[in-house]
């Protein structure tokens, strides 16, 4: 049976939310619990997707925008299925959609110590950006 990819959706949850604790690269936080999810998949319709074999979900990436940059999330390959071309598939999707949505660059946050995430996006031509410094504050006064 071929791995089929499509858009992500709020049933989807549960198996990505499993996949992203099982990956040891990914950070979680608030804003992936389920709540925060569905809001940002009705925020960007049609933008993340998920890879299913079987009844296995086996990759995800998460997409969205601002209205001027999109954001790439959650890029996750079960270790079974990596280096076969699946999370460069999701990439190109993701890409597609913000091109049609008139986005024309992404940005993505990869943790430094994420020696096969920083491969990965150096492999399909994402460009490092030394120059830049990240950030964060949270929404409620401290």
């Keep these: 049976m071929p791995i089929e ?7 989807d949850y549960p198996a ?3 996949l992203w604790q099982l990956t040891p690269e ?8 389920p709540d925060a999810m569905a809001r940002f998949l009705r925020r960007n319709p049609g933008m993340s997707h998920v890879a299913w074999d079987g009844d296995r979900l086996v990759s995800t990436i998460l997409c969205g925008h601002d209205g001027r940059r999109g954001l790439i ?3 996750v390959v079960a270790e079974s299925h990596r280096r076969q071309g699946l999370g460069q598939q999701l990439v190109r ?7 049609q949505a008139g986005i024309d660059k992404c ?6 110590d994420n020696a096969t995430g920083m491969n990965f996006w150096l492999a399909v031509a994402a460009t490092e950006r030394m120059e830049l410094a990240l950030f964060s504050l949270p929404t409620a006064p401290a």
Excluded at 93 to 99: D, P, V
Excluded at 107 to 112: P, Q, Y
């Design 73 to 75: 999330h959650h890029l």
């Design 93 to 99: 999707l993701a890409l597609a959609e913000l091109k």
């Design 5 to 11: 990819l499509r858009p992500f959706t709020e049933s």
């Design 107 to 112: 940005h993505l946050l990869v943790f430094r």
């Design 16 to 18: 990505a939310h499993a």
């Design 26 to 33: 990914v950070g979680l936080s608030a804003a992936d619990e």
